[in-house]
C-alpha cells in the first residue's frame, strides 16, 4: 500500500502565481491567465480519463473557485490570497491522478490533505504543527486498509481557521517526509525528472554521475546548498525515524 502524493501539473504553479499576481494588481490578465489553466486541466482530464467524464465537472467546481475570488475587490492581504489560489493546482492535478487509478481498475482514493495536515496561519512559509497532524493521520492509516492506493495533495495543508495554507514552493516532497514520519512508513520515493540524485546539476554539468548511495547527513547538505532535487525540509524527519 502506498501514499501517492501528487503536485500540480507542468507549469500550473507558475501559472497561478502569475494569476495571483495579476488579481493583486488589478489586471483583467487574470480571468485570460485562469481560463488557460481551465483548458490545459480540461484538455488533460480528457485524454486520461476520456470526453465528457464527471471528472470534468469536479474539475470546474475547483476553478470556480478561484472564479469567485477573482469577482472580489481586493481586500485581504496577498500571502493569504496566494494560499487559497495557488493551492487548486494541486486539488485539480490529484484529482485527475486518483480518477485515472479508479479507472484503470486500482482500489484508489483520493484525499484532501487539509484535513491531515494541520499548519500555523503564516501564509506561503506555514509551519507544520505536528502533534496535530501525528493524530489526523490515523485517518489514512484507516484509509490504507480499505484502499491500495491513497492520492493526496504536496505543499498544501489547512491552519486552525480552516484556511489553506502553503509549505513553502517546491513543497511536495516535504509532504512526503512529513506522512513518512506520521506514518512510520518503510520507504519514500521521490519521482523527478532525473534518474536519482546526481553529483551535478545535469542542467549545468553535460557530465554527471548518478549516486548510488547517500547518507542523509550529505543528501541535506546538498538540499541547503541548493540541489534543487530535494527539498531542503523534506530529509529532517526521514532522518529521525531512519526511512530509506
Ligand atoms: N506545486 C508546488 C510548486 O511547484 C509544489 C511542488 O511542486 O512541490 O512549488
Ligand atoms: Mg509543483
Given amino acids: 500500500n502506498a501514499v501517492i ?3 500540480a501539473k507542468g507549469k500550473t504553479t507558475n501559472a497561478l502565481e502569475t494569476l495571483v499576481k495579476a488579481y493583486m494588481s488589478e489586471s483583467d ?61 494541486e486539488l485539480a492535478s490529484t484529482k485527475v491522478v486518483s480518477q485515472y487509478f479508479v479507472d484503470q481498475g486500482i482500489k484508489a482514493n483520493w484525499l484532501d490533505i487539509r484535513d491531515v495536515i494541520l499548519t500555523d496561519n503564516r501564509h506561503r512559509e506555514a509551519r507544520v504543527d505536528w502533534e496535530i497532524t501525528q493524530k489526523r493521520s490515523n485517518k489514512i492509516k484507516t484509509l490504507l486498509e480499505s484502499y491500495d492506493v491513497i492520492v493526496t495533495q504536496g505543499y498544501i495543508a489547512s491552519s486552525s481557521e480552516n484556511f489553506t495554507t502553503t509549505l513553502g514552493r517546491e513543497g511536495s516532497d516535504y509532504t512526503a517526509g512529513i506522512f513518512a ?12 525528472d532525473v534518474p536519482g540524485v546526481l553529483n551535478a ?9 548518478l549516486l548510488e548511495h547517500i547518507s542523509y547527513e550529505e ?17 529532517q524527519p526521514l532522518e529521525r525515524k531512519e526511512i530509506k
Fill in 29 to 89: 490578465e487574470a480571468n485570460k491567465i485562469l481560463e488557460e489553466i481551465k483548458q490545459d486541466h480540461f484538455q488533460y482530464a480528457q485524454a486520461l480519463c476520456g470526453v465528457g467524464h464527471p471528472i470534468l465537472n469536479e474539475l470546474n467546481d475547483l476553478f470556480v473557485e478561484i472564479e469567485w475570488i477573482l469577482e472580489d475587490p481586493v481586500i485581504d492581504p496577498y500571502d493569504y490570497v496566494y494560499d487559497q489560489i495557488v493551492s487548486i493546482g
Fill in 5 to 7: 502524493v501528487t503536485s
Fill in 219 to 235: 543528501a541535506i547538505e546538498m538540499a541547503f546548498y541548493g540541489a534543487s532535487v530535494i527539498h531542503p525540509k523534506t530529509l
Fill in 181 to 192: 514520519y506520521c506514518l512510520n512508513a518503510d520507504s519514500v520515493t521521490i519521482w523527478k
Fill in 201 to 209: 546539476d545535469p542542467r549545468v554539468f553535460a557530465e554527471t554521475t
